[in-house]
């Protein structure tokens, strides 16, 4: 079998007839060069392309940017611009994000596109709660930001970070699908500095005084 592996030529078992010049020794790799086996191949050339070294937050984050799913949640104009990112034209598809979740405990990313009442601060919380870790949270729009043309009014959050920490802000009124997408690229880029250890956020007093507050 030596001799065969150094010429690059297979004997058929007796009795099998390939040509009928008589000559049963056939290429292994037709006008190819002859693939080596691996007990000719040497060891570290092996380890070389069979062992990867890296990181093991490096490996876990890149999971976790590349399989975030968003929470199917809007609160106003702004979720119109969220559900355009998710067509052919803008294809969110391209992050693996396109699952939008109907249920928070199967998503790990909220994004708050709208204006923000206090009706609603209490709902916001507690979905937020209902996410597990790790989560993530982006504010999309003015009005989610800072309270929009709104932030003088009675009815209306100065800020969903009042309510649950941020992640990322995108500012605009509203903001384009495009201006969405490159502020997921931007939470991307912030996962990938996270590490294994749980992280701890810092969640606002009033996220908790919301609770208690006269609607």
């Known amino acids: 079998m030596t001799e065969e592996r150094a010429s690059g030529l297979i004997t058929p078992p007796?009795?099998?007839?390939?040509?009928?010049?008589?000559?049963?020794?056939?290429?292994?790799?037709?006008?190819?060069?002859?693939v080596p086996y691996p007990d000719e191949v040497p060891m570290e050339d092996l380890l070389g392309r069979n062992v990867f070294v890296t990181r093991l937050d490096y490996v876990l984050n890149w999971a976790r940017k590349s399989s975030t799913w968003p929470l199917m949640f809007g609160l106003a104009c702004c979720a119109m611009e969220m559900i355009a990112s998710t067509t052919a034209r803008f294809d969110i598809a391209r992050f693996g994000m396109e699952a939008l979740r109907p249920s928070a405990r199967q998503a790990d990313l909220i994004i708050v596109s709208g204006t923000v009442t206090w009706k609603m601060a209490a709902p916001i919380r507690r979905i937020y709660d209902q996410i597990p870790e790790p989560k993530w949270v982006i504010s999309m729009g003015s009005c989610s930001n800072s309270g929009g043309p709104y932030f003088n009014s009675y009815s209306v959050v100065p800020g969903v970070n009042m309510i649950i920490p941020v992640d990322v802000y995108i500012p605009g009124c509203p903001p384009r699908p495009d201006a969405l997408l490159y502020g997921i690229m931007m939470l991307h880029k912030k996962m990938e500095k996270q590490g294994i250890v749980r992280r701890q956020r810092i969640d606002s007093g009033a996220a908790y005084q919301v609770q208690d507050r006269t609607i």
């Open 14 to 34: 007796p009795g099998v007839v390939l040509h009928d010049s008589g000559d049963n020794s056939v290429p292994i790799l037709y006008g190819a060069p002859r």
